[in-house]
């Protein structure tokens, strides 16, 4: 599969410019539950897009790209960037940090201490990047959605992200939104909630009901307060399907569906945005808000140090296209973007839809985390039941080996200076380990004495035939010590910070729409 270098750019400044409208556009709503009725921008922009966290942490994740390499991207270092550089103050975005100020790192803080919120809209809104990265390749960008998502989700809201993905990485390559809705569905497990509303919403296209009958179905067959991101990419499904190829109906109809709105329209925008390319978004959308990027939820101050973050959707795209070339001369499994014709066969599209890759990832436990070992291998930390407990309780553990590059070793893990009235069963344990395998090892602890919110447990792990140990410290929390602030969402979001006024120009949605 080859993409042409013109196009793919082309593509690539569709992304971002359909971002900054669909964002800019339902920023006035956010929140708001109730059908919308706009048709064009409310505020008075004067050439300034309206800030968006969508874009923001995109923007974060292409500097990790650009300073590490994509091939060195892991939940952790993700994790470190969103520490040192996401100043957002709600939602998920500070349970991610209250968590990793704790000593859970990704994936761990995405599963811990957020009920509320970890089926919620913030990954799935900031899958561009990926897909940008890995154009005509979902089962790539599948996989750094989900190092991305389980930052500060898990199941559902990593699912979301990664179904996004993969829309996105597969409209680089495929113009038939049907067919990108289908490929999507076979990267996420077909009972989850999300698949169901994406289904239900095809379904109230196909039996010719009206986007607003659409939008209520969806509304009262699933819980939009427990499965949010589910319902919101269902309204992102109604905004690609009634809009039938118009940008201006496409991206309304997905805000006027309410809620999450700049996130609904920022995603439609840049997924129309990549099927059309730049050329092929109206004029009249980009007057407006012009080339720059506005910022609200990042620390400027670290990339100080570095090379700054683009200020314009073109600097933004110039480096992003850098960062796609250099991934793909090193990854056989995207396609090359040549300056050559583009060579895209239906045959390689109808491959697209496997499954394997994504079902890797939904087999992830749901409560870990990795550590790098210091004999070229890796240590997975398993928590069966969560790192929350209390006295008395048992606390299971799971370790796995891997990623050894010996043809032959044996790793022995003992437990040292547990805690006062703590032990383990069995104290010591010992694996063999043959280098393309993966071996696991259990113990349960009998939880002990905990005299402060967190307990870092020490594990020694060795090496037969090394004399060095490796202290690995593993994180649990006590039960009922760790909150965060819940707040009631307002109709005008706090990233909103222009005026709303009157549309003059403004007609009725329903105006011209199929019925």
Request: proline share 5%.
């Amino acid at each position: 599969m080859k993409i042409n270098y013109t196009t793919y750019l082309d593509k690539v400044r569709g992304c971002w410019a359909g971002k900054n409208i669909g964002g800019t556009l339902g920023a006035p709503m956010e929140g708001d539950m109730n059908m919308q009725n706009v048709s064009f921008y409310t505020q008075e922009l004067n050439g300034v897009p309206a800030p968006n966290d969508d874009l923001d942490l995109q923007l974060v994740w292409l500097a990790a790209v650009e300073t590490h390499g994509i091939d060195q991207i892991t939940p952790w270092l993700l994790g470190e960037y969103w520490d040192q550089c996401i100043i957002a103050p709600c939602s998920e975005y500070s349970v991610c940090k209250m968590n990793i100020a704790n000593g859970f790192m990704p994936p761990l803080s995405g599963a811990v201490n957020n009920d509320r919120f970890k089926y919620s809209n913030g990954a799935w809104i900031r899958s561009e990047i990926w897909a940008c990265l890995c154009p005509g390749a979902p089962d790539e960008a599948i996989r750094f959605g989900y190092l991305d998502s389980c930052a500060d989700h898990c199941e559902e809201g990593i699912w979301a992200e990664m179904f996004t993905c993969a829309l996105e990485a597969t409209a680089f390559v495929c113009d038939d939104v049907r067919k990108l809705i289908e490929i999507a569905l076979c990267k996420i497990p077909s009972d989850s909630e999300l698949a169901k509303t994406v289904c239900c919403a095809m379904e109230c296209y196909d039996n010719k009901k009206t986007w607003q009958e659409a939008r209520q179905t969806l509304m009262s067959t699933f819980n939009i307060k427990t499965h949010r991101a589910a319902v919101n990419i269902g309204f992102v499904i109604i905004g690609l399907l009634y809009g039938e190829g118009d940008f201006d109906r496409s991206i309304c109809t997905a805000v006027n569906c309410g809620d999450d709105t700049d996130c609904t329209g920022a995603t439609v925008g840049a997924l129309f945005g990549i099927i059309r390319g730049r050329s092929g978004i109206p004029k009249r959308w980009l007057e407006p808000i012009g080339e720059s990027i506005t910022t609200i939820c990042i620390n400027h101050f670290p990339f100080n140090f570095l090379y700054g973050l683009p200020k314009t959707l073109e600097a933004l795209s110039q480096r992003t296209l850098k960062a796609a070339l250099a991934f793909s001369a090193i990854n056989p499994l995207l396609p090359v973007i040549t300056g050559g014709d583009s060579q895209i066969t239906p045959e390689e599209i109808e491959t697209l839809k496997g499954t394997e890759a994504a079902q890797r990832l939904w087999k992830l436990p749901l409560y870990y985390q990795d550590y790098a070992l210091p004999w070229a291998a890796t240590l997975r930390v398993e928590y069966p039941t969560g790192p929350i407990t209390r006295p008395g309780e048992t606390l299971p553990l799971r370790f796995y080996i891997g990623d050894s590059v010996h043809v032959n070793a044996v790793f022995s893990l003992r437990f040292k200076n547990l805690p006062d009235n703590w032990s383990a069963e069995p104290a010591a344990l010992a694996c063999s380990l043959r280098a393309d395998c993966q071996t696991m090892v259990e113990t349960q602890l009998q939880v002990g004495d905990m005299n402060d919110i967190m307990t870092d447990l020490e594990l020694d792990v060795a090496m037969a035939g090394r004399r060095q140990h490796h202290t690995v410290l593993i994180p649990v929390q006590l039960r009922n010590t760790v909150s965060y602030n819940i707040y009631a969402e307002s109709n005008q979001s706090y990233r909103c910070r222009t005026r709303i006024v009157a549309g003059a120009n403004s007609t009725p949605l329903d105006a011209g729409m199929p019925r």
